[in-house]
């Protein structure tokens, strides 16, 4: 049995949900939440598997709960569940230790296998990837694991996840701004991508930040 909690802002949201979980057997709806202090004492009384959070909330924000679970240690699984797409709380969120990334339009089929999926360890955010527009390119062609990067590489990456620009990248890591735009390049070439977002991701799946 996953023992989930739910927190949302809107009581339609939360009351919907949980009629749609609860009609599977392998889930059990254990808590609910208005806002994130609210979410934040359920998930400290403890008995929750999974937490599924909305982002946009009164007092605490989705992401200000994923700092303090991260921070506290908390072994509940998150999933983001939003309405808004936006790569930068995708990316956020992803590095506060969000498994997963939905937007409420999901289909409840796949609700229910990010869910199984996250409680084996996986993340799931491929649905948001693919979101991107299609002139940025396929999600990836890579047909496994990515090709190792440099210790430059891996510096410059992580800088683009904290949303640098290359010219703040160059500041920081005092190199001439093209130099830069070439180590992206071969970052994107390696990772199978066309964009930054896409390299970002790729490079949280693989466990390269």
Do not use: W
Not at 39 to 47: D, E, I, K, P, T
Not at 95 to 100: E, I, P
Not at 143 to 159: F, H, K, Q, W
């Amino acid at each position: 049995m996953i023992r989930i909690a739910l927190v949302d802002d809107h009581q339609l949201v939360r009351h919907g949900i949980r009629a749609l979980l609860e009609l599977d057997p392998a889930f059990a709806v254990v808590a609910e939440a208005a806002d994130g202090e609210q979410a934040l004492r359920c998930a400290r009384g403890g008995a929750i598997d999974v937490m599924l959070l909305d982002l946009r909330m009164p007092r605490l924000g989705g992401l200000d709960v994923l700092r303090a679970l991260r921070d506290e240690g908390s072994p509940i699984t998150t999933i983001v569940l939003t309405t808004f797409h936006d790569d930068s709380d995708l990316i956020a969120a992803l590095k506060l230790g969000a498994r997963g990334y939905l937007l409420k339009d999901v289909s409840f089929a796949d609700l229910v296998s990010t869910i199984h999926a996250v409680c084996t360890g996986q993340r799931v955010f491929k649905a948001i990837a693919a979101r991107i527009p299609d002139e940025l390119g396929p999600p990836s062609h890579l047909d496994g694991a990515p090709e190792a990067l440099t210790p430059r590489e891996s510096e410059v990456v992580r800088l683009m996840a904290a949303g640098y620009s290359n010219r703040e990248i160059s500041d920081a890591l005092a190199l001439a701004e093209g130099t830069v735009k070439n180590h992206v390049s071969t970052i994107l070439a390696k990772l199978g991508v066309r964009d930054r977002v896409r390299a970002v991701l790729i490079a949280m799946e693989h466990g390269l930040l």
